[in-house]
């Protein structure tokens, strides 16, 4: 049921124009209720009058697309001005030489749509990542407001005094059970865990000893918005929860134990109190090897491995920095399974110098010369720059998601993600930009409508439905633009790598590849070629896997 209305209203609302209906004027006004335009065999019919302005809507048969009319319909204006010039007039009861009733206009019925949302931070405007990822354009989506989700943010602590993180505001998360001075009333280890845990103490001192790397990435993911004060996070509406695994007792270090830990909690959390807490995003701007030690060998843990998949198994996304050593050396945990690794890109919307790649990396957002909060309470920039500021913008926008869409999976989310990027680099997916740079207005589009399909206006090939779930008795059908109506239709489909799964003759694919076994999770491109020319688009499968 859900997806029927998913494809149902994506493939109205994506177009530029009412596929299915003309505004014309006339020359004398006639009073037609239908008329059957001369060479095309099409019939349309008038629904009303707009007013006094001598406009009229007219209405196609549900079969045609006015793409196709309007050829003949300029025919019809053409001649109008001819007659117009000769001195004669089209109204059949004054005898006129012509047959048709005369057209002196006509246009298609554009679709407009709400420009972005602003909102009234007055610093908004010193953060450019926001207009290069169009956030205020996904915004009009969800603000991150429709239903409650944490990010939980594992690092230095968080300056929760702070006027754009205030505890008192709501923003920071709050423990429903446990009170201040009441113990551990919820019974899990932690006594008053009130905002969080420091796991490196072990206690619940999660303010900020380590500089303000820990406020500074929470503000980017989810400062408090439109409240008139400061700058504006991703996220208007998550909460920040603490993670404190940075500390001057552990000289500014966390070791795998704590980060277990962390994670732990952050799935205690999103279960115990799910009511409050929501959907949890997990983001972790820290890794090994260090930007000052790039040379420093890292070992992979399995243990971190085993809790980030059980943070999944959880529906919880975690979202890590790929690194700053701007090489391709494996960097942990951005480049475990289930982790979405996020690199940086600048002003130029080139590969930051010192972001690092390799197969590991999913997308990119902006790194360089990232606004937000700073160490004197304040604002500012001061030259911030690193992946580490790159992942709480992904991860800003994966609370979006959830959002919007409470119910989907971290595989349906992070196929969001990927599916409306900005493709930089190399067409499809590459070491240095990953899939590409995350656009938050076509993340959020394909997230609320199920494909980016004419979302510019442009012809594009439509798959329906989208998302699409494989089985034994669903197809997707590929519906051909209106400029590509020529024979032999065929489709190619390649995975999100650019890999060629299948070749289809016709439009009608049943989610198999060419082994004829159903392909997994995740977003697939399409090409559909006919002897008129060639399109594509995106699809996702949710094949629960």
């Not at 117009?84 to 012509?98: P, T």
């Not at 040379?295 to 399995?302: D, I, K």
């Not at 740079?437 to 206006?457: C, P, Q, V």
Request: hydrophobic content about 40%.
């Amino acid at each position: 049921m859900f997806s029927f209305w998913f494809c149902f209203f994506a493939a109205f609302a994506q177009a530029s124009h009412v596929p299915d209906e003309v505004l014309i004027k006339w020359e004398n006004s006639p009073t037609l209720s239908t008329w059957t335009i001369p060479g095309s065999g099409i019939t349309i019919i008038r629904v009303k009058r707009l007013g006094n302005s001598g406009w009229e809507l007219w209405k196609l048969p549900s079969d045609k697309h006015v793409d196709t009319a309007l050829p003949y319909v300029a025919v019809q204006v053409e001649a109008a001005k001819r007659r117009v010039m000769s001195g004669q007039k089209s109204d059949k009861a004054l005898g006129s030489l012509s047959s048709e009733p005369g057209i002196a206009s006509y246009a298609v019925n554009n679709i407009n749509y709400p420009f972005g949302r602003l909102p009234n931070d007055p610093l908004v405007l010193n953060q450019w990542h926001l207009d290069i990822i169009q956030a205020y354009g996904g915004w009009k989506f969800d603000v991150g407001a429709s239903t409650p989700v944490t990010i939980g943010i594992m690092d230095t602590g968080i300056n929760i005094d702070h006027i754009d993180l205030s505890s008192s505001t709501g923003k920071i998360w709050t423990n429903p059970v446990d009170l201040p001075g009441g113990g551990d009333q919820d019974g899990n280890g932690k006594l008053d865990d009130i905002w969080g845990w420091n796991f490196v103490s072990e206690n619940n001192d999660v303010s900020a000893d380590c500089g303000y790397h820990g406020s500074l990435v929470a503000s980017i993911a989810s400062a408090i918005t439109d409240n008139g004060i400061g700058i504006a996070g991703i996220s208007w509406g998550a909460k920040i929860l603490p993670l404190k695994v940075f500390s001057t007792a552990s000289a500014c270090s966390g070791s795998d134990a704590d980060i277990i830990q962390a994670i732990d909690y952050a799935i205690w959390v999103s279960t115990a109190h799910s009511s409050y807490t929501g959907r949890m995003v997990i983001n972790m701007s820290l890794g090994c090897p260090p930007s000052d030690a790039c040379g420093l060998p890292c070992t992979e843990s399995l243990a971190v491995q085993d809790v980030i998949s059980r943070a999944l198994n959880n529906k919880v996304t975690v979202i890590a920095a790929k690194g700053n050593c701007g090489n391709s050396v494996k960097v942990v945990p951005a480049d475990y399974p289930g982790v979405l690794a996020v690199g940086a890109t600048s002003r130029s919307d080139s590969l930051a110098p010192f972001s690092s790649i390799g197969s590991g990396t999913d997308m990119v957002a902006p790194g360089v010369d990232i606004f937000g909060v700073n160490s004197n309470g304040g604002f500012g920039n001061n030259g911030d720059d690193g992946t580490s500021f790159s992942a709480p913008i992904v991860a800003g926008a994966a609370a979006l998601i959830m959002s919007a869409l409470p119910s989907a999976t971290t595989t349906q989310i992070e196929s969001f993600l990927l599916g409306g990027v900005d493709d930089l680099g190399s067409p499809g997916r590459d070491d240095l930009f990953g899939h590409g740079r995350l656009n938050l207005f076509k993340t959020m589009r394909l997230a609320r409508f199920g494909t980016l399909a004419d979302f510019d206006g442009t012809h594009e090939a439509i798959a329906v439905p989208n998302p699409f779930k494989p089985s034994p008795f669903s197809r997707v059908i590929f519906t051909t633009p209106q400029n590509l109506g020529g024979p032999n239709p065929r489709v190619q489909i390649y995975d999100i790598s650019g890999m060629l799964i299948r070749e289809i003759e016709g439009t009608t694919w049943d989610g198999r590849n060419e082994n004829g076994t159903f392909v997994v999770s995740g977003v697939y491109i399409f090409r559909l070629k006919t002897d008129s020319g060639k399109a594509s688009g995106r699809i996702i499968v949710d094949a629960g896997n």
